[in-house]
């Protein structure tokens, strides 16, 4: 390693989940070898740790490339399948041997000088580093906006641990990475998983860019299961959301009940005409009753996901260890 005569401080693990990336990993090797080059003039060691989250293109043969070409600093890890962003992360954070591990995607989003930053903030005092969202360069007004309302309503969740316009930029010591590693949990968010442990958080704001080459692995449904694992995973409030159309639908109906026992008793027992309102009520209740079904089944499921305690990924090949998997 390059150390230019300093003390080594401490070693940074870099940690980049690929899936599908072959458009953008000759730039994040050039721009990953030009900031080694700065870690090292700093006095940090290093290590990059990419995992391929089972990619059908040649993203496994450039990490391979990479590897083999710089094997003291770079481990390549292919998982069997494409397991998901939250897991192939995970495994970089198992795999890590660094005193600190910043995880960055690998389309260059994430500006590499703000990890300078992450150090400083780490240096004094902080377990976690959060990289917030200043801004989002070419982000659409949709997921902006859908952005916002979720935060929203994780706050009238209760969860306002989960730090808002968080991706997953962030440094964090071993004591953060080791607490992390104990949550076994299937259903991963990892950004706020990482809030919840209570260590000590603290933040940098950046711009965040646009995608350097090829297009996001985030599409709308991936994005919509991880905003649910989001309030799942940390809430049970959800499940109450049953005593609370019963409260609403059950005032209703109470006044509908007085009104037609007035008209029963007052205005000649004429009550002919409630088709409309039969409607109404067998609609909203089946509404109701199906949302709640749903609701509950999202649990269920989940539950029968974590006690079948099945690994949460699975290795094919990793640089470092010839050994078969
Ligand atoms: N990614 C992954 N597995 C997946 C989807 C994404 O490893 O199933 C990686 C992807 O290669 C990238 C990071 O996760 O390095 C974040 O994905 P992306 O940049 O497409 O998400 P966005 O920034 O658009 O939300
Ligand atoms: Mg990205």
């Given at each position: 390693?390059v150390?230019?005569?300093?003390?080594?401080?401490?070693k940074?693990?870099?940690?980049?989940?690929?899936?599908?990336?072959?458009?953008?990993l000759?730039?994040?090797r050039?721009?990953?070898?030009?900031f080694?080059?700065?870690l090292?003039e700093?006095?940090?060691d290093?290590?990059?740790?990419?995992?391929?989250?089972g990619?059908?293109?040649?993203?496994?043969?450039?990490?391979g490339?990479w590897?083999?070409?710089d094997s003291?600093?770079?481990?390549?890890?292919?998982?069997?399948?494409?397991?998901g962003?939250?897991?192939a992360?995970?495994?970089?954070?198992?795999?890590?041997a660094?005193?600190v591990?910043?995880?960055?995607d690998?389309?260059?989003?994430d500006?590499?000088?703000?990890?300078?930053?992450?150090?400083e903030?780490?240096?004094?005092?902080?377990d976690?580093?959060?990289?917030?969202r200043?801004?989002?360069e070419?982000?659409?007004?949709?997921?902006?906006?859908?952005?916002?309302l979720?935060?929203?309503?994780l706050h009238?969740?209760?969860?306002?641990f989960?730090e808002?316009?968080c991706?997953?930029f962030?440094l964090?010591n071993?004591?953060?990475?080791k607490a992390?590693l104990?949550?076994?949990?299937r259903?991963?968010?990892l950004?706020?998983?990482?809030?919840?442990?209570?260590?000590k958080?603290?933040?940098?704001?950046?711009?965040r860019?646009?995608?350097?080459?090829?297009?996001t692995?985030y599409?709308?449904?991936?994005?919509?299961?991880?905003?649910?694992?989001?309030v799942?995973?940390?809430?049970t409030?959800?499940l109450?959301?049953?005593?609370?159309?019963a409260?609403?639908?059950g005032?209703i109906?109470?006044?509908?009940?007085?009104?037609?026992?007035?008209k029963?008793?007052f205005?000649?027992?004429?009550?002919?005409?409630?088709?409309t309102?039969?409607?109404?009520?067998?609609?909203?209740?089946g509404?109701v009753?199906?949302?709640c079904?749903g609701?509950i089944?999202?649990?269920?499921?989940r539950?029968?996901?974590?006690?079948?305690?099945?690994?949460?990924?699975?290795?094919?090949?990793n640089?470092?260890d010839?050994n078969?998997?």
């Open positions: 390693m150390s230019f005569g300093k003390k080594i401080k401490y940074v693990s870099l940690l980049i989940p690929c899936y599908n990336e072959q458009e953008v000759p730039m994040l050039r721009e990953l070898s030009a080694a080059v700065t090292s700093k006095g940090y290093h290590e990059i740790i990419l995992v391929d989250d990619s059908s293109d040649m993203t496994w043969v450039q990490i490339e590897a083999a070409d003291d600093h770079v481990i390549g890890i292919e998982l069997s399948r494409n397991f962003h939250q897991m992360l995970t495994c970089a954070y198992e795999i890590a660094g005193d591990c910043v995880s960055i690998a389309d260059l989003q500006p590499l000088e703000v990890i300078f930053e992450m150090l903030k780490h240096e004094a005092g902080a976690i580093v959060l990289g917030v200043r801004s989002r070419a982000e659409t007004f949709f997921k902006l906006t859908t952005a916002k979720y935060y929203k309503a009238m969740l209760g969860l306002k989960i808002k316009d991706g997953d962030r964090m071993r004591r953060g990475v992390l104990s949550m076994r949990e259903n991963r968010m950004r706020a998983m990482v809030c919840w442990t209570g260590f958080v603290d933040k940098v704001y950046f711009d860019r646009a995608r350097a080459a090829g297009e692995k599409p709308l449904r991936k994005m919509m299961l991880l905003a649910m694992d989001g799942i995973s940390f809430s409030l959800p109450r959301f049953a005593y609370w159309f409260s609403v639908i005032l109906i109470m006044g509908y009940l007085a009104y037609t026992l007035m029963y008793l205005f000649n027992g004429r009550l002919v005409d409630g088709w309102s039969i409607i109404l009520a067998v609609c909203a209740f509404f009753n199906l949302f079904i609701l089944g999202e649990y269920v499921g539950i029968y996901d974590e006690v079948k305690k099945r690994p949460l990924y699975f290795v094919r090949t640089t470092r010839k078969e998997y």
